[in-house]
Every structure is written in structure tokens, then in C-alpha cells.
């Protein structure tokens, strides 16, 4: 009996083009010694979108939809995440990746993808990558090592390390682990008592609370380009985070692959007007840099915040999940 990888992807109707290009890049590249779950969570998906989606399944690629809002809405405490959301974070879905281990007990251990990115690499070999007692397997974030105020933020409100916080769109979970260490419930109880505000909500948390027990993956299997960064040669994964998606640019590195796993997506078309679109209205563009700058001024503001991450950890270790 072959063995079971769970892979997950949060989205939202919109981002059915881009979920469908990153199933189709592990479909073209994926170990067939193995069965394959994809769990798309989303609350929104059309029935259009839902049907082309699950054409992607075969004898070992199961693509399934998951409404998730019922759900999530039985869990113990979840009214203290409603309580607390910040300026565009006002959607759930962000937060789905750190629900999996409780809404899915029978996985020990998923892989969570975000949808923004392209697998030319056998996504089994992430899977095999040995945890061993950490609780999360992710790749540190180079792509804001050069951006002064996101390493201010990190350092000094997040209190990690800037060179060793991690990015959250490439996840490989240690379920079982972190059911036993309540990740969601210690979530959800830092979230209500303290209520910080953050500038990548789930990001932030995942590296505050997991700090310590983080398996460091290599960069390969999250290549994030950027202007400021050197090209690697062989990417497993090839995530288009921030700045650089290849639907809303002219070109990035790396959009190559994606318009070739687009062309497998059955999607193409509407991405390319999309893109289209998009570059031909100035104002688009120029919120859509502008999110950026946003997102650095928050990060600039916060560092003077009396409350942080940091304060709170130096005075309580034990909010920590290795601790």
C-alpha cells in the first residue's frame, strides 16, 4: 500500500488560477511511488472553479475542497481569533495552515504550500525530509534580509533572530507533535490575552511560538525571487511572494516556470489577461506597490510598540512550544 502525502494549499476563489498552476507543477514532477491528498481550504471556491480543480485528480492525486468556516467555527476559542483582526487581514484563511494538526488528526504530517508558487521539484522528497523532534520543517526568510525595517521587526518585536525567522508559505508540519503541544489552543490564548498586532499575522506567531524547534530546510524548497537576491541554480520550489508575482509584473525571476506550469493549469488564458489587465491600470499598480512601503511603515511603527512578542517571552518563556 502506497504511502499518503497530505499537501494543503488556503485560498480564496480568486486564487483558483494560481492553485491550479502549483498542481500542476506537482503533478508534472511528483514521485508516483506515493499517493497524494490535496486539501484545498477555502470557503468560497465556485462550483465552476471547484469542478475544474478536482480534474486534477487521478489514481494517485486525490484534489478535494474543504470548506472550512463550520468548522473552524466548533472549535474551542475560536471567537478570540474573530476578535482580533488587523487592517488587510481580515479574512480567516490566512490562519488556516495553523489549524491543520486539530481539523485533520489523522495526519502526523502535511505539507502546507501557499498558492503563489510552482513545484519543478518531487515534492516527495519534502515529505521524506526527517523532522525528527521539531515541530515545523520551513525555510529562513532571505527574501527581507536586505529590508531594514522588516529585520528591525523581526529582531526586536517578533524577538527572533531576522537571519533565522522563517517563511510560512512552505511548511512541512509535525502534526502529531503539535497536536501534543496544542498549538491551537496556545494560539488562540496568546491571541486573546495579548492581541498583538503583526505584519504577517501567522508568520509571526509561527515563529514566536515554535522558535526553537524549527528544522531548517534547504533554501531550495523555498526559492523566493527578488531583486535584491542572487538567482539559485536548481529550486525545488519556487515561491513568488511579496512583490514578484508573475500575474502582476511584467516579468520575475523565474516566470518562466510559472507560464509553463500555467499552460498545464488550464488557466492560462485568464491569467494572461488578468495580468493583462492589471498593468494596463495605473492605479492597480501603484496600490499595488504601494503595499509594500504599507507594510514597512506598520513594521517601522511597531518596533516602538511597549508590548511585543519579545517583551512578553523574555518574562514567560513558557509561552513557547519547545518550552
Not at 504511502?3 to 508534472?28: G, L, W
Request: contains cysteine.
Amino acid at each position: 500500500m502506497k504511502t499518503v502525502i497530505p499537501i494543503f494549499f488556503s485560498v480564496n476563489d480568486a486564487y483558483s488560477p494560481f492553485v491550479a498552476t502549483a498542481i500542476a507543477s506537482i503533478k508534472a514532477n511528483a514521485s508516483r511511488n506515493y499517493n497524494y491528498h490535496i486539501h484545498i481550504l477555502a470557503d468560497d471556491i465556485s462550483p465552476d472553479n471547484e469542478t475544474r480543480l478536482q480534474q486534477f485528480s487521478d489514481d494517485i492525486f486525490e484534489v478535494k475542497v474543504c470548506p472550512l468556516t463550520e468548522r473552524i467555527q466548533q472549535l474551542p476559542g475560536i471567537d478570540k481569533l474573530q476578535r482580533h483582526r488587523f487592517q488587510a487581514f481580515d479574512s480567516l484563511t490566512i490562519y488556516f495552515r495553523l489549524f491543520i494538526p486539530d481539523l485533520f488528526p489523522e495526519y502526523d504530517k502535511a505539507i502546507y504550500l501557499d498558492a503563489d508558487l510552482v513545484v519543478p521539484g518531487d515534492i516527495s522528497l519534502l515529505y521524506r525530509e526527517k523532522l525528527e523532534s521539531k515541530l515545523v520543517g520551513a525555510v529562513a526568510d532571505y527574501s527581507i534580509q536586505k529590508i531594514s525595517p522588516f529585520m528591525h521587526y523581526i529582531d526586536t518585536y517578533v524577538g527572533v533572530d531576522h537571519q533565522n525567522y522563517v517563511n510560512s508559505g512552505v511548511l512541512l508540519l509535525n502534526c502529531k507533535g503539535l497536536r501534543e503541544e496544542r498549538l491551537l489552543p496556545r494560539f488562540l490564548s496568546w491571541l486573546d490575552k495579548y492581541g498583538l498586532e503583526t505584519v504577517a499575522p501567522d508568520q509571526d506567531y509561527l515563529n514566536a511560538l515554535c522558535w526553537g524547534s524549527i528544522h531548517y530546510l534547504d533554501p531550495e524548497w523555498n526559492a523566493m525571487p527578488s531583486e535584491c537576491l542572487s538567482v539559485m541554480d536548481d529550486p525545488q520550489i519556487v515561491h513568488f511572494n511579496l512583490a514578484s508575482k508573475p500575474w502582476l509584473n511584467e516579468s520575475v525571476p523565474f516566470d518562466d516556470l510559472f507560464w509553463h506550469y500555467a499552460a498545464l493549469s488550464g488557466y492560462e488564458a485568464e491569467i494572461r489577461t488578468r495580468q493583462q489587465r492589471f498593468l494596463q491600470d495605473a492605479s492597480a499598480v501603484k496600490k499595488y506597490k504601494g503595499a509594500i512601503r504599507t507594510l514597512m511603515m506598520m513594521a517601522a511603527r511597531l518596533c516602538h510598540s511597549e508590548r511585543s512578542f519579545r517583551s512578553i517571552i523574555e518574562t514567560r518563556q513558557e509561552l513557547r512550544l519547545c518550552c
